[in-house]
């Protein structure tokens, strides 16, 4: 009886409606959202009265229930694919969208985007043109290939080089290098799909010459290796290089190909970081073909790059299911900025945010960790406690798996907080705050953020220690 009573007091949907809290939300939120919120404001409250729950007056009152669902409709209406804080300093962070773009790239986009383009249009021949002529010189200037093709993403490039190549006829990889990469790629599902025969040779650890030499027959159609980019094997190991495959593939005359994966345009042993092969150094070996991520070392958007000797690669776009991975406008607009970035290779160091955060000095990372945590100490919150101590990043996208440059962490408590119950807090923040959880620490590596992330971090954690 009593619930039946204080179920009564309920507001109805339509006074709810009326409400200034609900009414100030037009008309940025779409009315829609706004009942849908109401109503499910009002079901969530009647449920638990009618479980018996404990629902206090003030909870059943106008005023309260119009903010509850003022503030539903606002996470309603709130994008879904929305900004992160990164403070994990893994730099190309799949989860978190691989490659920020540079700043170039970004205007590029909008330029292209929000104007009519001559994507397709020849505009000497006043007639209809290819979409890929506009990264292809560049690519080819940058990387010395003879042709390019550039696709929605490396899986792509690789399936469509397999098929375009092998399709119905044998591959022959190293054992050692039959790779998975996160989120569902693996080297011989790929194969599989592509209709192309998987020839397995060597042992996991070692693989020789001679057992390429020896999977070779009349239905061989392509030689292939795999750059083991995400994991590394130590101790008794043997990968035959590049310059032999295409020895051998010369002897036989077949096709030699090499999916780098990350595909870098950088020698990043330079800064300190393990020797990867270049995509120059991977063409100048004698590939016919390489394939590559756009979004990985290189720095740019989503993308799938397919560079090598103009025969395969004209091969490869005239196959009809290059039509289905045909790369968009975006992606061809953003790409073409990052490399025109490379031709000056300190202004790619400098503006292509990726290479920036992978290559910055530790220096910069401690004066930037410790002005952080001076502007924490600032707020003067009695429950925060602030310090900075070592530790390593990581470059992240499957790239440099042992490569763990040296950075300077934040760690963070606050009294009354456990370490998880804080970091849980963080990633519910608006924007949410991707932290690190180590050895029961919260910490923050200032080597991935952005913008005015500091600004934000420092809000939230106003926020969550006052
Ligand atoms: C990452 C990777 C891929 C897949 O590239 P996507 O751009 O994610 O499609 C393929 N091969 C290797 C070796 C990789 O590292």
């Given at each position: 009886?009593?619930?039946?009573?204080?179920?009564?007091?309920?507001?109805?949907?339509?006074?709810?409606?009326?409400?200034?809290?609900?009414?100030?939300?037009?008309?940025?939120?779409?009315?829609?959202?706004?009942?849908?919120?109401?109503?499910?404001?009002?079901?969530?409250?009647?449920?638990?009265?009618?479980?018996?729950?404990?629902?206090?007056?003030?909870?059943?009152?106008?005023?309260?229930?119009?903010?509850?669902?003022?503030?539903?409709?606002?996470?309603?209406?709130?994008?879904?694919?929305?900004?992160?804080?990164?403070?994990?300093?893994?730099?190309?962070?799949?989860?978190?969208?691989?490659?920020?773009?540079?700043?170039?790239?970004?205007?590029?986009?909008?330029?292209?985007?929000?104007?009519?383009?001559?994507?397709?249009?020849?505009?000497?021949?006043?007639?209809?043109?290819?979409?890929?002529?506009?990264?292809?010189?560049?690519?080819?200037?940058?990387?010395?290939?003879?042709?390019?093709?550039?696709?929605?993403?490396?899986?792509?490039?690789?399936?469509?080089?397999?098929?375009?190549?092998?399709?119905?006829?044998?591959?022959?990889?190293?054992?050692?290098?039959?790779?998975?990469?996160?989120?569902?790629?693996?080297?011989?599902?790929?194969?599989?799909?592509?209709?192309?025969?998987?020839?397995?040779?060597?042992?996991?650890?070692k693989t020789h010459l001679h057992d390429y030499e020896g999977a070779i027959t009349s239905n061989t159609a392509l030689l292939l290796k795999v750059h083991t980019s995400n994991f590394a094997v130590v101790g008794f190991h043997k990968?035959?290089?590049?310059?032999?495959?295409?020895?051998?593939?010369?002897?036989?005359?077949?096709?030699?190909?090499?999916?780098?994966?990350?595909?870098?345009?950088?020698?990043?042993?330079?800064?300190?970081?393990?020797?990867?092969?270049?995509?120059?150094?991977?063409?100048?070996?004698?590939?016919?073909?390489?394939?590559?991520?756009?979004?990985?070392?290189?720095?740019?958007?989503?993308?799938?790059?397919?560079?090598?000797?103009?025969?395969?690669?004209?091969?490869?776009?005239?196959?009809?299911?290059?039509?289905?991975?045909?790369?968009?406008?975006?992606?061809?607009?953003?790409?073409?900025?990052?490399?025109?970035?490379?031709?000056?290779?300190?202004?790619?160091?400098?503006?292509?945010?990726?290479?920036?955060?992978?290559?910055?000095?530790?220096?910069?990372?401690?004066?930037?960790?410790?002005?952080?945590?001076?502007?924490?100490?600032?707020?003067?919150?009695?429950?925060?406690?602030?310090?900075?101590?070592?530790?390593?990043?990581?470059?992240?996208?499957?790239?440099?798996?042992?490569?763990?440059?040296?950075?300077r962490l934040l760690r963070l408590a606050v009294k009354g907080l456990s370490a998880t119950r804080l970091e849980q807090a963080l990633r519910a923040g608006d924007p949410p705050i991707i932290c690190r959880l180590e050895d029961g620490?919260?910490?923050?590596?200032?080597?991935?953020?952005?913008?005015?992330?500091?600004?934000?971090?420092?809000?939230?954690?106003?926020?969550?220690?006052?």
């Amino acid at each position: 009886m009593a619930e039946q009573k204080r179920l009564a007091r309920l507001p109805k949907v339509d006074q709810l409606l009326e409400h200034p809290s609900l009414q100030q939300l037009r008309p940025e939120v779409a009315r829609p959202l706004i009942l849908s919120a109401a109503r499910q404001t009002l079901d969530g409250l009647r449920a638990r009265l009618l479980d018996g729950q404990e629902v206090t007056d003030e909870e059943l009152g106008g005023e309260a229930v119009a903010l509850a669902a003022a503030s539903l409709a606002r996470r309603l209406a709130a994008p879904s694919l929305q900004r992160v804080v990164n403070a994990t300093g893994v730099v190309v962070h799949t989860n978190l969208g691989r490659s920020l773009l540079a700043r170039r790239a970004l205007e590029r986009l909008i330029e292209i985007n929000c104007t009519y383009s001559n994507l397709e249009y020849d505009l000497a021949a006043g007639a209809r043109g290819s979409r890929y002529v506009h990264v292809d010189r560049i690519l080819c200037e940058l990387t010395g290939a003879e042709a390019s093709l550039v696709v929605n993403n490396n899986a792509a490039a690789v399936l469509l080089s397999l098929q375009t190549l092998a399709a119905g006829r044998e591959v022959v990889v190293s054992r050692g290098q039959l790779v998975e990469i996160g989120g569902s790629f693996r080297i011989p599902d790929v194969m599989a799909r592509s209709g192309a025969i998987l020839r397995e040779v060597g042992a996991t650890n070692k693989t020789h010459l001679h057992d390429y030499e020896g999977a070779i027959t009349s239905n061989t159609a392509l030689l292939l290796k795999v750059h083991t980019s995400n994991f590394a094997v130590v101790g008794f190991h043997k990968e035959v290089p590049l310059q032999e495959l295409r020895e051998l593939g010369d002897r036989y005359h077949l096709p030699v190909m090499e999916d780098l994966g990350s595909g870098s345009l950088v020698d990043y042993s330079r800064y300190g970081l393990p020797k990867e092969p270049t995509v120059q150094e991977a063409l100048a070996d004698g590939a016919d073909l390489v394939t590559f991520s756009g979004d990985k070392l290189l720095g740019g958007p989503q993308a799938g790059i397919i560079l090598g000797k103009a025969e395969f690669v004209e091969r490869c776009r005239k196959n009809p299911t290059n039509r289905a991975l045909r790369v968009d406008k975006l992606t061809l607009g953003a790409l073409e900025a990052t490399l025109e970035l490379y031709r000056d290779p300190a202004k790619a160091l400098a503006e292509i945010p990726t290479l920036a955060m992978i290559t910055v000095p530790y220096e910069r990372l401690r004066e930037r960790a410790n002005r952080l945590a001076a502007r924490l100490k600032k707020l003067g919150l009695e429950r925060l406690e602030v310090s900075t101590v070592e530790g390593v990043s990581r470059v992240g996208g499957g790239a440099m798996p042992l490569a763990a440059p040296r950075t300077r962490l934040l760690r963070l408590a606050v009294k009354g907080l456990s370490a998880t119950r804080l970091e849980q807090a963080l990633r519910a923040g608006d924007p949410p705050i991707i932290c690190r959880l180590e050895d029961g620490h919260l910490l923050m590596d200032v080597r991935t953020l952005v913008a005015d992330d500091a600004a934000v971090i420092a809000k939230a954690l106003a926020a969550l220690a006052a």
